[in-house]
């Protein structure tokens, strides 16, 4: 656990999904929308089932979450790409196991993103679902989650994400911690239901 000022940095917890989940939605929302929302079951139905399991990309287990004053006010995952394939298939799992046969459409959506936010490469530590509310933001949070993150994983000397292409609040704060785009990627799907992204990369010694 690290602590600064009043803002706390945590491994996340099961029991935290109520107050996560919604942050992990606003980290992507046209993304999760698009790949998840199927029938009467919701992106957010999905990520609290697979946030409160074990065995997957979105599970609580590869989350860390900033407190402040009790409220949790953000959120990161971090994957190392030796990992995430397995990770993945139990992603996989999870959307055949909550959404039944309707589970193939959701899992070619899935495919689809990927040819724009694609799996870790090899020798990077990921992060993702970088979220902090809106009246919480501008003080430091979604950086100390990301600075939190890269210490825990002190083996890797490159640090990856993906940003979306229309949010340059998120894109001024990962060029001030060093990262630079390596790639920008198109959207597969429908045009304009999702925005493109960029793949950017930072070296440790930047943070």
Do not use: C
């Amino acid at each position: 656990m690290k602590q600064s000022s009043n803002i706390i940095i945590r491994p996340a917890k099961s029991e935290d999904a109520q107050a996560a989940v919604p942050l992990i939605y606003s980290s992507g929302p046209d993304a999760w929308s698009y790949v998840f929302q199927e029938g009467k079951l919701s992106p957010q139905d999905f990520l609290t089932r697979s946030f409160q399991g074990t065995k997957n990309t979105i599970s609580y287990k590869n989350h860390f979450v900033a407190e402040k004053n009790g409220e949790i006010v953000g959120t990161i995952v971090v994957y190392t790409s030796d990992r995430f394939f397995f990770l993945n298939a139990g992603t996989a799992g999870n959307i055949f196991r909550i959404y039944g046969l309707r589970g193939i459409k959701v899992a070619l959506r899935g495919l689809s993103m990927e040819g724009m936010i694609q799996p870790p490469k090899s020798g990077r530590l990921y992060l993702g679902h970088i979220a902090v509310p809106v009246h919480q933001r501008k003080q430091g949070i979604g950086e100390a989650l990301m600075r939190h993150a890269v210490s825990a994983f002190p083996n890797y000397s490159k640090i990856s994400l993906d940003v979306s292409q229309v949010n340059p609040g998120a894109i001024g704060l990962y060029n001030k911690l060093g990262f630079k785009i390596v790639e920008s990627r198109k959207f597969a799907g429908p045009k304009g239901l999702v925005p493109d992204h960029h793949y950017m990369e930072a070296d440790r010694s930047s943070f």
